[in-house]
Structure formats: structure tokens, C-alpha cells
């Protein structure tokens, strides 16, 4: 499930070119991809990403944004009070799309609410 607050908080973009963010954001990506590229991948080794992506999260600062914290925090609330914290972990979403822009090629439609 996916849940996001009716205003934005910053995006991405506004501070992405600040220099101790960038060297947060750099160390802590790669910590968590040199942890994830150890050992062989087999069964047991499902839930490290998901533990790397929390940990990243942590140490690039990503999780003290206010707007994400207050989201997160009311996402584990609802949670608590659904009574599924043992079955479900709350986490920060950390999409990111690169993608070449052709001028030729169409975007799709917006559908309800996916958007491009």
C-alpha cells in the first residue's frame, strides 16, 4: 500500500544539489548496496533489502525530513491500531525513475490516480 499526504513536502529537488546532502545520500547508498552485495542471495536473504532501504533511510537523513516523518509516524499509528505491526512494516518510498525524454514518444493518459 501506498500513502502520501494530501499537501508535499519537499520534493527531492529542492535540496538535491546541496553538497553534505549529496554526501549523505552517496555514503549511505553505498554502505547498504556493498552489505547487500555480500554473502549468496538464497531464501533467508528476502528481508535485507528491505532492512537496507530502512537503514538508508536512517543515515542519509532521508527519515528526519518533518513531512516524512510526521507521514511515517501516522502510518505506524494506523498500524498499531489496525493491529497488523507483526505482519506489516511501515517504510519510506524509495522509487526512483530515470528515464530518456523523446519528444516523438506520447506520455500516457493520466489514469485516476497514477501520474507521470
Known sequence: ML???PEAGKHTSVYIDNPEWKEA??????K???ALSEGDWGVGRWGDPLDAANEFARDSGLQDDSSRAELLSSVQTVMGRCGITDEAVAMLCMWVK???SYP???RPERIGRVRW
Open 32 to 34: 547498504q548496496m556493498l
Open 104 to 106: 516523438r514518444v506520447r
Open 98 to 100: 530515470v528515464s530518456p
Open 25 to 30: 545520500i552517496s555514503q549511505a547508498g553505498s
Open 3 to 5: 500513502a502520501w499526504p
